[in-house]
């Protein structure tokens, strides 16, 4: 497991290493979706949704869209959750 002191740590590190890289920004790319339709959500409709459920929607989503976007990627729902940015 990597431990982080900064971001700049993590940025370079990301950066370091194109299969983390990739999964990093499957993350952060899914955060950010569900992140601006949650607002939306709660701005248009109404609806309120618990932060809870919203983290595993992040989880969900950025798993979803890994596993159609990685090449030869046999990864399951649960290796995905105990997944770190070990380096290959």
Not at 13 to 34: G, K, P
Not at 44 to 71: D, I, S
């Amino acid at each position: 497991m990597v431990a982080f002191q900064s971001v700049n740590e993590l940025i370079s590190f990301v950066e370091s290493c194109s299969r983390s890289r990739q999964r990093f920004m499957t993350i952060y790319h899914s955060l950010l979706w569900n992140a601006w339709k949650l607002r939306n959500d709660r701005i248009f409709n109404g609806v309120f949704l618990n932060p809870t459920r919203g983290v595993e929607e992040v989880k969900l989503l950025a798993f979803y869209w890994h596993k159609r976007k990685g090449k030869n990627w046999s990864s399951n729902w649960e290796e995905w959750l105990i997944a770190t940015f070990d380096v290959a």
